[in-house]
T-cell receptor, first 119, second 118 residues
């Protein structure tokens, strides 16, 4: 099956610094990738939709200048948390949509997630 | 806006028994997809089963089956012969279908934590 990787799996950074999270589709091309945020014992909340070669579409309430998303190729999207603060500590999950659909279904494949801790 | 509701924060079932997880949703659309995802302690999201709204037949995947009631906007998951490996957080999700581009973004419910009792 299709595999999506995320790097790093865990990261600890100091308040005020920036951290970049990579999301890669390993064996398929993904024209669209999604970034989610999950707080402990809560559901996944969509942050933004990333389309290859164009600007990301952010959900209401998500600061686009704080959460920078770049989707430069069909296999890589990056999320950069700028000037991180302790309240940004969370579990970040990406998913990638397979370019080739079957029966109108474009499968979404999830990465293993990145745990960000801001001290 | 579409919403997905899971009214059971926690459920438990004896190993080898059957359990049903509930999910309701709200939408004004007629063409959409519904999903059940499993999130084990590893936090990796795993697709369990998918249902296309235009199909009347309930989807099944081995021990997993759904009861899709479109008029009632209900989408429950039945797990038969529960196994220890089924212990996880289960999320119900909704996705709109947009023309030829396939699935739109997923809207998730709040999840149900399933415990399997040996």
């Amino acid at each position: 099956g299709a595999v999506v990787s995320q790097h790093p799996s865990r990261v600890i950074c100091k308040s005020g610094t920036s951290v970049k999270i990579e999301c890669r589709s390993l064996d398929f091309q993904a024209t669209t990738m999604f970034w989610y945020r999950q707080f402990p014992k809560q559901s996944l909340m969509l942050m933004a939709t990333s389309n290859e070669g164009s600007k990301a579409t952010y959900e209401q309430g998500v600061e686009k200048d704080k959460f920078l998303i770049n989707h430069a190729s069909l296999t890589l999207s990056t999320l950069t948390v700028t000037s991180a603060h302790p309240e940004d500590s969370s579990f970040y999950i990406c998913s990638a949509r397979d370019r080739i659909g079957r029966d109108r279904v474009y499968e979404q494949y999830f990465g293993p997630g990145t745990r960000l801790t801001v001290t | 806006a579409q919403t997905v509701t899971q009214s059971q924060p926690e459920m438990s079932v004896q190993e080898a028994e059957t359990v049903t997880l509930s999910c309701t949703y709200d939408t004004s659309e007629s063409d959409y997809y519904l999903f059940w995802y499993k999130q084990p302690p590893s936090r990796q999201m795993i697709l369990v089963i998918r249902q296309e709204a235009y199909k009347q037949q309930n989807a099944t995947e081995n021990r997993f089956s759904v009861n899709f009631q479109k008029a009632a906007k209900s989408f429950s998951l039945k797990i038969s012969d529960s196994q220890l490996g089924d212990a996880a957080m289960y999320f119900c999700a909704y996705s709109l279908i947009i023309s030829n581009f396939g699935n739109e973004k997923l809207t998730f419910g709040t999840g149900t934590r399933l415990t399997i009792i040996p």
